[in-house]
């Protein structure tokens, strides 16, 4: 899979038939409606996050609940879900942190490409078994998932809508939310306006955040920001150069630079957060100091410290609301044969949320 754009011509994903085995006792057979292209998805494709091989992608994703296994008691079919691609167990010492930390053993699943009870349930006649993607395997017709990979929403949310919430949302909204603890008096500022960081600066406009700043090295980007209500919108070096600095300051772009541009920009006293994911063996130069003599924090925010079965409600209420307008997100809706080309538009930057509809959804 792992290859080097342009993606359109180096193919490194295939279309193709697998088979789908049945689920387990507290398991879900689910008809994907819906799955978003996500900086994730194609940082397995080019390597940035070694993965096991060969396996089926996608992991920001909506469906209906085709199968109930025997153990799961509180959905039933006809269900419409968003997948959230960090499972919690619900036991382990992480767990215990409402967010903060992620799931050990969820964590440990995703890495070894299994659900979280350790069950795989792709194959491929040419290969053999396929390992799922972060529990879900979303750029398909179907996936069997864990109960707690699922969270329940209303019929009423279109499955794009509910496709974003389970990544995008969830991580530049949680940042905003549950890392920085934004309020209404404070600033805030967004360094990388892929999906994640646009979702941040949505969530902050949502919440009444009295200063947005939008922050990208594309001038396309920051005219979008602008049009999601953006207050600034700045480049990098214009950000650093602020007199008044934010207190919050969230890194979405997973680049080193950009942290460093985070970093720099954060107030006296101030929070920076980060959610990207650079990758493995970057480096980043910080000033130490500044961290004591100012009485800075910076908080490590995976899937934005959120707990999903709390935090969805939550971003579906909004959006039922006309608090979040989570449709300015979505930049295409394309077809899963167009999955490579795709991620061309996501790795030159151009794209926010490329989003595959199935035909019978």
């Not at 109930?68 to 619900?90: I, K, N, W, Y």
């Not at 100012?294 to 899937?303: D, H, M, T």
Request: with cysteine; aromatic share 4%.
């Amino acid at each position: 899979m792992e290859a080097s754009a342009p993606y359109a011509e180096s193919q490194p994903l295939r279309v193709e038939e697998l088979e789908l085995g049945e689920p387990g006792p507290t398991e879900l057979l689910v008809r994907i409606t819906a799955a978003g292209v996500c900086h994730s998805d194609l940082s397995v494709v080019n390597g940035n996050r070694p993965r096991p091989l060969p396996m089926l992608l996608g992991h920001e994703a909506a469906g209906v609940v085709e199968h109930v296994g025997a153990e799961v008691t509180d959905l039933s079919e006809g269900q419409h879900v968003v997948m959230a691609f960090l499972p919690r167990c619900g036991e382990c010492a992480a767990c215990r942190t409402e967010g903060l930390l992620p799931c050990t053993v969820g964590s440990k699943a995703n890495a070894s490409g299994t659900l979280i009870e350790g069950s795989q349930h792709l194959t491929s006649q040419a290969r053999g078994n396929v390992y799922h993607h972060l529990g879900v395997s979303g750029f398909a017709t179907h996936a069997v998932v864990d109960r707690r990979s699922v969270v329940p929403v209303g019929e009423d949310v279109p499955a794009p809508i509910a496709a974003v919430m389970g990544c995008a949302v969830l991580t530049g909204g949680g940042a905003v939310i549950n890392a920085a603890q934004a309020t209404p008096d404070d600033a805030v500022a967004v360094v990388g306006l892929g999906g994640v960081g646009l979702a941040a600066v949505l969530v902050a406009k949502a919440v009444g955040c009295r200063r947005v700043i939008a922050v990208d090295t594309l001038a396309e980007k920051l005219e979008l920001a602008k049009e999601f209500g953006a207050d600034e919108a700045l480049t990098p070096d214009e950000l650093v150069a602020l007199e008044d600095k934010p207190r919050v300051v969230i890194e979405a772009a997973g680049h080193p630079r950009a942290f460093e541009t985070a970093f720099n920009a954060t107030a006296v006293g101030g929070v920076t957060v980060t959610v990207g994911l650079p990758a493995p063996g970057a480096m980043s130069q910080i000033e130490p100091l500044k961290i004591t003599a100012e009485a800075r924090q910076i908080i490590g925010s995976y899937l934005g410290s959120a707990v999903p079965a709390v935090d969805i409600p939550k971003y579906e209420q909004m959006w039922r609301d006309g608090a979040l307008p989570l449709e300015k997100l979505i930049t295409s809706h394309i077809r899963l044969e167009q999955i490579n080309e795709a991620m061309d538009e996501l790795d030159a930057g151009r794209a926010v949320r490329q989003v595959i509809e199935f035909p019978d959804a």
